[in-house]
């Protein structure tokens, strides 16, 4: 009796209209499921690049401050402060020893470092407000 019974309810369920619409709904959910994984990875990739490039700051710093104490840079500045008068009169030589005394090397890496800590922020800020939008974080 039980088999009648199921076979019963399969017969009866080709007679169940399906909703309108109910296909481009569905479509529409993968998709959105299919985005928020998307989402999902770049926040963590995104989240890597902060974290190292954070961790990286530090070290980045130091390296930079200390290439500005070994090169000179730092005395060459401090004459533009403390006898500006010799400056004004040489001022073409003394851009030229501030140059050349610039530690550019470890100031582009520090650089370098700020900037994929800023760009991963942004885009880690960017991906978090579509995984959790502001309207469905408001309790009502």
């Avoid at 529409?28 to 994984?37: D, F, G, K, S, V």
């Avoid at 961790?55 to 104490?69: D, H, L, Q, R, T």
């Avoid at 402060?81 to 890496?109: C, G, H, K, N």
Wanted: glycine letters at 4%; one cysteine or more.
């Amino acid at each position: 009796m039980h088999q009648k019974c199921v076979f019963f309810v399969f017969i009866n369920m080709a007679k169940v209209e399906l909703p309108e619409g109910i296909f481009e709904r569905i479509m529409a959910r993968i998709n959105t499921e299919q985005r928020i994984l998307t989402f999902k990875r770049r926040v963590a990739i995104f989240s890597i690049g902060f974290i190292g490039s954070g961790i990286a700051f530090i070290p980045a710093f130091k390296m930079v401050e200390a290439s500005f104490i070994e090169s000179g840079f730092l005395q060459f500045f401090s004459l533009l402060f403390s006898d500006f008068r010799t400056v004004a009169v040489y001022w073409q030589s003394f851009i030229m020893s501030l140059l050349e005394t610039l530690p550019a090397m470890s100031l582009a890496i520090f650089l370098a470092v700020i900037f994929v800590f800023l760009t991963s922020l942004r885009f880690l800020v960017r991906d978090i407000k579509f995984i959790f939008p502001a309207n469905k974080l408001i309790i009502s």
